[in-house]
């Protein structure tokens, strides 16, 4: 069965970085693509970015451009998602999701457990 | 930006009865638009895409509807386990630049 399994909470201080990593399971990799979201407590859910598992283009919301990267290791199928210069409002559950390729536009079928982050001095 | 607008924050309804969820987008994403379910502690769960198919194992009960710039989400009769909070998110752009609605929270009346 599918499976998106992620990395474990964080605790981090202003200004650090945080790498989330999620591995998938039970398909093939690179046939589906990747979306990152998060969600800050109580809130809602907020699109962080999108990576092509097949090229490794990324593309990233605008007011996390330049801060975020996200990236990917085909040999064990596995996605990350770095944010660097972490602030108090980046404290939220990062989520990957699996994404159907663009030319089957469709929603995100597949979820990870959720990353905790925190970001608190 | 495209900005969805989800009405009403707040639904309460009584198990049996019938819940209409409806999503506003600020421009036309054609039939690009998809319904999440997420309960407490949980992931979000896909249950609509293309505004109106139904994802893998999702019940009849759920129907999705509209295109354009307006749609609606309805659960025939709820059960229990219904009781939730719902996205509606789009997908239309590309290069991507998805946006979710801020949830309606479906409460037991």
């Known amino acids: 069965q599918v499976q998106l399994v992620q990395s474990g909470g964080e605790l981090k201080k202003p200004g650090a970085s945080v790498k989330v990593s999620c591995k998938a399971s039970g398909y093939t990799f690179t046939t589906y693509d990747l979306s990152w979201v998060r969600q800050a407590p109580g809130q809602g859910l907020d699109w962080v970015g999108y990576?092509?598992?097949?090229?490794?283009?990324?593309y990233s919301a605008q007011n996390l451009q330049g801060r975020v990267t996200m990236t990917t290791d085909t040999s064990t199928s596995t996605a990350y998602m770095e944010l660097r210069g972490l602030r108090s409002g980046d404290t939220a559950v990062y989520y990957c999701?699996?994404?159907?390729?663009?030319?089957?536009?469709?929603?995100?079928?597949?979820w990870g457990q959720g990353t905790l982050v925190i970001v608190s001095s | 930006e495209i900005v969805m607008a989800q009405s009403p924050a707040t639904l309460s309804v009584s198990p049996g009865e019938r819940a209409t969820l409806s999503c506003r987008a600020s421009?036309?994403?054609?039939?690009?638009l998809a319904w999440y379910q997420q309960k407490p502690g949980q992931a979000p769960r896909l249950l609509i895409y293309?505004?109106?198919i139904r994802a893998t194992g999702i019940p009849a009960r759920f129907s999705g509807s509209g295109s354009g710039t307006e749609f609606t989400l309805t659960i025939s009769s709820l059960q229990s386990e219904d009781f939730a909070v719902y996205y509606c998110?789009?997908?239309?752009?590309?290069?991507?630049?998805?946006?979710f609605g801020q949830g309606t929270k479906l409460e037991i009346k």
């Open positions: 421009q036309n994403v054609n039939n690009n």
């Open positions: 998110q789009q997908y239309n752009n590309w290069p991507p630049e998805d946006t």
């Open positions: 999701a699996r994404a159907p390729p663009p030319t089957e536009a469709a929603g995100l079928d597949y």
């Open positions: 990576i092509s598992t097949n090229n490794g283009k990324t």
């Open positions: 293309g505004a109106s």
